[in-house]
């Protein structure tokens, strides 16, 4: 059963959208309801035209979009006997063109939409984030500290998903915090807010569980490019050979594969331009090693590996989570395309 919270949450959504919705004119919006609780496809939105006849759509309401959403709501929504509208708080002007060029139709809470039908064409996504979000935004769930809190939760279901390392340390604080790369305090702070939000639940053997696992991956996608993904940046580099990367071994103990090459060695799609390594340690020796000089809009970029175990990384890459993040951190159709493969080949058991 849907919670009361959630129901009002959807409603309010619900009413922004259509408020911000930017309407030609002599065409009337309308929303008609089945019955008050607005669970999942319970609502229709009606446009009608002044031309005459109505256009109406179900409504897929979505607390928060990134391009991680856009993943599941492509699938979701291509049901031609069911015609839907995507309703959410905001949509960035990257990931509105993605949608558009999918033609998945879509109106946020500030007035960014995209309807396309016989008698109505409406494209707006220049409007900025609403300031009630940028607010929301400020709790801890998305500080650095409990980002890194919820990869290692996330890579956790998907290593028991796979048959990985079945084992879980969510219950254990110290290893958790010791995995995460954060303080004994953070990972405990960052632990009981998972739990009070409801991610996280105590089991019958005194260890944690996530719940609620697809709307923590959408909310570790979006937070992990903004607020954690920024600040792992170590430095940018040019190398000799701009294809060094082919032929390099990595001592992974140190160094792993992440981003397009990551994705690029684990499906065979991608041809990466942009060389993306995580360091463990110094990466002098590896900088050397290949000649990389320093340049600000340098095509090898050398980010922080902040977690410290083996069961983070798969065949010389980091975890195919953090490349789903990686790949997710830019709006450019082919990495979403090759994203999809990720969450298909290694993520998907885990959130489906």
């Known amino acids: 059963m849907k919670s009361t919270k959630g129901i009002i949450e959807k409603r309010d959504l619900l009413e922004k959208a259509v408020k911000a919705f ?13 019955n008050k609780s607005l669970q999942e496809n319970d609502s229709s939105i009606n446009f009608k035209l002044n031309v005459g006849g109505v256009i109406s759509y179900r409504t897929e309401i979505k607390s928060s979009l990134h391009s991680a959403a856009i993943l599941p709501a492509w699938n979701k929504l291509q049901e031609p006997e069911l015609p839907r509208l995507l309703i959410t708080s905001y949509i960035s002007p990257g990931v509105a063109e993605s949608l558009r060029k ?24 220049r409007h900025s984030r609403p300031t009630w ?15 890194k809190i919820i990869f290692i939760c996330l890579g956790e279901a998907v290593n028991k998903a796979y048959l990985k390392y079945p084992e ?10 010791r995995v995460a790369g954060v303080s004994l305090g953070s ?28 709307k923590l991956l959408e909310i570790w996608v979006r937070a992990y490019a903004e607020r954690l993904r ?17 032929t390099a071994k990595l001592d992974s103990k140190t160094f792993l594969w992440g981003g397009k090459v990551a994705a690029a060695k684990l499906t065979g799609y991608l041809s990466p331009e942009i060389v993306t390594v995580y360091a463990a340690s110094n990466p002098n020796a590896l900088i050397n090693r290949t000649g990389m000089q ?5 095509t090898v970029e050398i980010r922080n590996m902040f977690w ?15 490349v789903y993040g990686d790949l997710l951190a830019s709006d450019d159709d082919r990495n979403i395309e090759t994203a999809k493969l990720i969450y298909r080949q290694y993520l998907s058991n885990a959130f489906e």
């Not at 879980?168 to 915090?177: D, E, R, T, Y």
Request: charged fraction near 20%; include cysteine.
């Open 168 to 177: 879980g340390i969510a219950g254990n604080l110290k290893s958790l915090a």
């Open 187 to 214: 990972a405990s702070h960052s632990r009981n807010e998972l739990i009070g939000q409801g991610y996280l639940v105590e089991n019958s053997k005194g260890g944690f569980e996530l719940q609620n696992h697809v």
């Open 230 to 246: 920024p600040k792992l940046l170590i430095g940018k580099y040019q190398p000799v050979n701009p294809k060094w990367w082919q």
């Open 308 to 322: 410290s175990s083996e069961k983070y990384q798969h065949d010389g890459c980091v975890h195919p989570l953090l």
């Open 294 to 298: 320093p340049e600000k809009d340098g």
């Open 133 to 147: 979000l940028l607010k929301e935004k400020s709790t801890s769930i998305f500080q650095p500290s409990s980002l």
């Open 102 to 125: 999918r033609k998945i139709q879509f109106m946020d809470t500030v007035g960014n939409a995209y309807v396309e039908a016989p008698g109505i064409y409406v494209y707006v996504n």
């Open 22 to 34: 930017p309407c030609p004119e002599g065409i009337k919006l309308s929303v008609d309801s089945k």
